[in-house]
């Protein structure tokens, strides 16, 4: 498999460099390609504006997705952005390595996603009417997986915990990435890394390392197909909207947290 | 009151900014007072990264929460944050008019809130071992709204749309908001702005208007208070887990959009 792992976190010792660095030994020791982008490292640009597109179709006013569709119809979608969209078009699995801040990404990984999953590269509505989203988005076929850290225990992110379900909070991050067209893992999530010492430390890296040793076989996580829904956007009659975490099966709201 | 409105669109001429200067005028015009952050046009530094500590108490190794809290006590923090800190200390009420745009915040104002809302000044465990978080979070006793505009339909974001349960995609941020204190009253979502042409425009414009002039009397969505949980950070027995939009009532799953 080709794997591009995208990492955000602006401190090289960090215990998410040491998640980036396992993963990249595991997966090359598996006979992989790992391709890094080190957002920090890049002073990847995060936020979309103005210079994102110096010939615009509309100098008037900037409406980013016609701008986008322009961009990307005609070549110009800016060099940074283009060399980001190369990586995910090469590659058949993308794990996302962050923090989780303020439940939700970090801002430069965010600014990424928003600029790289343009509108006419990750999803579009063709001139004949086609929407190309979801699994008919740009990026189908393959597959993406979040790895994140988070301060709490992991008790406070049970569906009953202080914080909220964890599959909850990462649903909107999960649905914008199956909006672009991906196949979407159950992510891998290390708690408590501040206050577990370095054996739960060692255990959240041999987690990780467990999971990417079995990753060729992985299910993805089950959402609504396009022909479930009705010209109006909503679900046929008779299909019952999925919950974040239904797929973990009837006992998920009791289920008992392993750390 | 004193109304802190915080801005994210890239573009002047865009329908957020004229939700901005429609709010700005209705509230003007009730007697408030207005201070706006328009984080664009600001520059705003979207990133948190060592920048942001140039006198670190660990200059080996950046941890943001102990960088932040050393900064607050010290009195060093960045001097573009501590200006947003204070207008949020002078704020009673504090308005976020943003796009949706992958369904979260743009980049930008997602790390204004890293940023800005940071350990030591939003949150922290202090040296005694007190928690202050969600209702006993720095911003305690002050109001926070979102206002946010979405290309698709509201039928697309109702419990069984395309694109989710709008409640369910703001969850985080909500709570977010509600790690730091603030009690987080209803958002005003502006559905299909770029399909609705100027009628659906003013009407937006108008139900933003009609919202904020009854904002001293609304009521804050529920959240569970911190008494309900125990030390493993687990609601007590008996008690059942809030889900986004319950406080929308029974007929929530069913409820038939406006538009």
Not at 224 to 237: G, I, N, P
Request: hydrophobic fraction near 40%; charged fraction near 25%.
């Amino acid at each position: 498999m080709n794997v591009f792992l995208v990492f955000a976190h602006p401190e090289p010792k960090s215990f998410n460099a040491a998640l980036r660095d396992r993963a990249v030994d595991v997966l090359r020791e598996c006979g992989h390609a790992v391709v890094v982008s080190d957002l920090y490292e890049m002073k990847f640009k995060a936020v979309i504006d103005h210079d994102d597109f110096p010939d615009p179709l509309n100098p008037a006013m900037l409406q980013i997705p016609l701008e986008q569709e322009a961009a990307h119809a005609r070549g110009t979608t800016a060099a940074d952005i283009a060399a980001e969209q190369r990586k995910l078009i090469a590659a058949d699995l993308v794990i996302f390595q962050f923090p989780l801040w303020l439940y939700g990404l970090p801002a430069i990984l965010k600014g990424w996603c928003e600029r790289v999953f343009s509108s006419g590269f990750a999803h579009e509505t063709t001139p004949s009417g086609e929407r190309r989203w979801f699994e008919n988005g740009g990026l189908k076929g393959r597959r993406a997986m979040l790895s994140l850290t988070c301060a709490g225990a992991e008790t406070a992110f049970q569906p009953d915990g202080r914080h909220g379900d964890m599959d909850r909070i990462l649903w909107p991050i999960h649905n914008a990435l199956r909006y672009a067209g991906f196949d979407v893992l159950p992510p891998v999530v290390s708690y408590a890394v501040l206050r577990g010492g370095e054996l739960g430390r060692a255990n959240a890296l041999d987690r990780l390392e467990g999971r990417l040793r079995g990753i060729e076989t992985d299910t993805p996580i089950p959402f609504h197909s396009l022909d479930e829904y009705d010209d109006a956007h909503r679900l046929k009659a008779g299909i019952a909207p999925r919950t974040p975490g239904q797929h973990r099966g009837p006992g998920y709201l009791s289920r008992t947290p392993s750390s």
